[in-house]
């Protein structure tokens, strides 16, 4: 019996051990790879900078091409190499903002592509815009024309005779504003800029982006620019179709009534063949030409057209005023209050220094790497508000202990057999307190919007890390603290020393528990007789 009394403690004093150490090391180890990575937070528009775009979708769409048309812009963002870019939903607009961009022009210029894609048919070119105030021309308003002039229609007989050029009549009619570039219409549309030719009369459209599965840019054999397709089941026998009516002719990929790319349909064969869901478009492109044309076919069929409301491009420098001028006024606070904690609660106030750099070190290291996925939010200065709260929580997490602590050596037991005893009883206080923290949290993260949602998320994840530390840092230190006659009984940091226990109280206690252990040791021997 005696030999089994004498192991039990030594293994739940193993096991306190292990619980620190391993808690030590992942919070350290954590915070080592996250900094040896070069990880660092995903900062928000108002600490980084960058711009934001408020779109207003057309029409009433419903609310699964809202969430269809953010997966797509995500996409398509996440695709210009842009990290930290957030879309979402707020009411019945789509806000998208984009922190820690050099190039916000070149970016917004590309977001701006937000209509659908279509595939026209192209009847022939047409030269610039001569503009309203030359004689001839016709109004802004003027819808294009169906047709052109004989001898201008992109055929297969000019086109082999290399003969089309642009019509002069169409001069004097104005570019079909993106606005109205409707599928069903005829629309007279730019290509892109330096372009030749400058523009093209379309065709109504023959196919949707929704055909495109995906695109890459590439180089072929002979180090040409070309753009590599592949179309969804469904879309490989709708292209089929097309590409054979309109076999040697020109097809048209236009995005937001810019024509991005007029490839002729199989040029060099002499008879049809499917496609067989793949393709390839070549011809004379640089390396930016594909990798834009890319983008257009594999992120440009939104189900919805947008139109940009407002368009705000924030400069990082007031929000890092803000952030320091934050960040000091907690750190003096956060002073102030850990110096008190040591003052009164002496050594148990040391492990409260100790396991707010805990948290701090698996805090960051968490945050960083949630940075590089699109799981967690940008960390603003809301969010930085949600952490300076949970500091507090977390604070309350180690008082309550404390506290509870008191009320056992008060009730006349020793400070090592109340550090058992009292976090029994704390530690449902504590539950209780962060589950309505994180219930709080949760409920404002999916109810509210914008930078409040990241307030939100930094708020639970700290309440989290709350619970964790204060049971597999918090309660071994402070155990292996109070059975320790040397941290129990020092001078002027020791644990009774904060608990308000003078040193011959708590030997009284210990002796009076230690008689108390003897009878019931004396029952025992009893009972086994």
């Known amino acids: 019996m005696s030999a089994q009394r004498s192991t039990s403690p030594r293994r739940a004093r193993r096991g306190l051990w292990i619980s620190l150490l391993v808690t030590v090391a992942v919070c350290l180890g954590s915070l080592g790879i996250s900094l040896a990575a070069g990880w660092s937070p995903k900062l928000g528009l108002d600490l980084a900078g960058g711009f934001s775009v408020v779109y207003q979708p057309q029409g009433h769409p419903s609310q699964a091409d809202l969430n269809e048309s953010v997966n797509i812009l995500t996409n398509r963002i996440n695709g210009y190499g842009v990290s930290g870019a957030e879309v979402n939903t707020q009411g019945s607009n789509i806000v998208v903002t984009v922190p820690g961009v050099k190039n916000a022009q070149v970016i917004l210029a590309r977001l701006g592509h937000t209509a659908q894609l279509f595939f026209r048919p192209v009847i022939c070119y047409a030269p610039n815009y001569v503009g309203p105030k030359v004689k001839g021309a016709a109004p802004l308003n003027t819808p294009a024309p169906t047709t052109c002039q004989p001898k201008y229609v992109l055929n297969t007989t000019n086109l082999a005779n290399n003969t089309a050029s642009e019509d002069p009549v169409l001069g004097a009619y104005p570019s079909t504003r993106p606005i109205k570039d409707n599928g069903p219409d005829h629309v007279l549309l730019p290509g892109l800029k330096g372009s030749s030719p400058p523009r093209y009369l379309l065709g109504p459209s023959a196919l949707t982006g929704k055909a495109v599965k995906s695109a890459q840019a590439t180089q072929n054999q002979v180090g040409q620019w070309v753009v590599?397709?592949?179309?969804?089941?469904?879309?490989?026998?709708?292209?089929?179709?097309?590409?054979?009516?309109?076999?040697?002719?020109?097809?048209?990929?236009?995005?937001?009534?810019?024509?991005?790319?007029?490839?002729?349909?199989?040029?060099?064969?002499?008879?049809?063949?499917?496609?067989?869901?793949?393709?390839?478009?070549?011809?004379?492109?640089?390396?930016?030409?594909?990798?834009?044309?890319?983008?257009?076919?594999?992120?440009?069929?939104?189900?919805?057209?947008?139109?940009?409301?407002?368009?705000?491009?924030?400069?990082?420098?007031?929000?890092?005023?803000?952030?320091?001028?934050?960040?000091?006024?907690?750190?003096?606070?956060?002073?102030?209050?850990?110096?008190?904690?040591?003052?009164?609660?002496?050594?148990?106030?040391?492990?409260?220094?100790?396991?707010?750099?805990?948290?701090?070190?698996?805090?960051?290291?968490?945050?960083?790497?949630?940075?590089?996925?699109?799981?967690?939010?940008?960390?603003?200065?809301?969010?930085?508000?949600?952490?300076?709260?949970?500091?507090?929580?977390?604070?309350?997490?180690?008082?309550?202990?404390?506290?509870?602590?008191?009320?056992?050596?008060?009730?006349?037991?020793?400070?090592?057999?109340?550090?058992?005893?009292?976090?029994?009883?704390?530690?449902?206080?504590?539950?209780?307190?962060?589950?309505?923290?994180?219930?709080?949290?949760?409920?404002?993260?999916?109810?509210?919007?914008?930078?409040?949602?990241?307030?939100?998320?930094?708020?639970?994840?700290?309440?989290?890390?709350?619970?964790?530390?204060?049971?597999?840092?918090?309660?071994?230190?402070?155990?292996?603290?109070?059975?320790?006659?040397?941290?129990?009984?020092?001078?002027?940091?020791?644990?009774a020393k904060g608990l308000a226990v003078s040193s011959d109280a708590d030997q009284q206690a210990i002796a009076g528990e230690g008689e108390l252990d003897d009878g019931d040791h004396a029952d025992g021997e009893l009972e086994q007789v």
């Open 228 to 495: 590599d397709y592949t179309l969804t089941s469904a879309g490989s026998a709708e292209w089929d179709k097309v590409a054979q009516e309109n076999f040697h002719l020109a097809i048209a990929v236009d995005l937001d009534g810019v024509v991005q790319s007029a490839p002729i349909i199989q040029p060099s064969q002499s008879t049809f063949t499917s496609f067989a869901g793949q393709g390839e478009i070549s011809g004379n492109m640089t390396q930016a030409d594909a990798q834009n044309l890319q983008q257009a076919l594999e992120f440009g069929a939104l189900p919805v057209r947008l139109v940009p409301l407002t368009t705000e491009t924030v400069s990082p420098t007031l929000g890092h005023s803000s952030l320091v001028a934050g960040l000091a006024a907690g750190l003096v606070g956060l002073f102030l209050v850990l110096l008190y904690i040591i003052l009164y609660y002496r050594a148990l106030g040391l492990v409260v220094v100790a396991g707010l750099a805990l948290t701090a070190a698996v805090l960051w290291a968490i945050i960083s790497g949630l940075g590089h996925t699109t799981l967690a939010p940008s960390f603003t200065l809301a969010g930085v508000t949600g952490l300076i709260v949970s500091i507090g929580i977390t604070v309350d997490s180690y008082i309550v202990y404390f506290e509870r602590l008191k009320d056992e050596t008060r009730s006349g037991r020793s400070v090592r057999t109340s550090v058992d005893r009292g976090f029994q009883s704390a530690w449902k206080t504590v539950l209780a307190a962060d589950f309505v923290s994180l219930l709080a949290a949760v409920i404002l993260y999916f109810v509210a919007l914008g930078d409040v949602r990241g307030f939100a998320f930094f708020l639970g994840l700290s309440t989290i890390l709350d619970v964790v530390m204060t049971y597999f840092f918090t309660r071994p230190a402070v155990i292996l603290l109070g059975r320790s006659e040397r941290a129990s009984g020092a001078e002027h940091l020791g644990v």
